[in-house]
């Protein structure tokens, strides 16, 4: 059985910072892309940054410059770092992580339950 937990979000003023975790843990033989998604109320969910096994990044152009994403393949965990937040910002972030559980399974997309972020003052 494979997990994905999220933490880090929470309230932050316009212009702050704040860094997002995400682990995978399990039944894991191998874990390619992970990524970041986030669904406002009332909007689609949409791709925030992913980032490949071998450090390849690819960024939403709402947050390039801003926003920053990390992985520490030993510990199957991804980060991301958001500066210079503004209220366009809030939503729910969700971590998906491209896994394969055993050798006798193939690639799963897995996601976790999210964590709230919010831009205000």
């Known amino acids: 059985q494979v997990h994905i937990v999220e933490s880090g979000g929470g309230l932050v003023q316009p212009g702050g910072s704040l860094r997002l975790s995400c682990k995978a843990s399990g039944t894991i033989i191998s874990v390619r892309n992970m990524g970041w998604y986030r669904q406002a109320p009332g909007k689609q969910r949409e791709l925030v940054a992913s980032?490949?096994?071998?450090?390849?990044?690819n960024y939403a152009d709402s947050v390039k410059g801003r926003f920053a994403i990390s992985r520490d393949n030993a510990q199957n965990t991804v980060y991301l770092q958001m500066n210079s937040l503004k209220p366009e910002d809030t939503a729910v972030y969700y971590c998906?992580?491209?896994?394969?559980?055993?050798?006798?399974?193939?690639?799963?997309?897995?996601w976790g339950k999210g964590t709230l972020v919010t831009v205000s003052s």
């Open positions: 980032i490949t096994s071998g450090g390849s990044t």
């Open positions: 998906n992580a491209g896994v394969r559980p055993s050798v006798h399974d193939s690639w799963v997309d897995y």
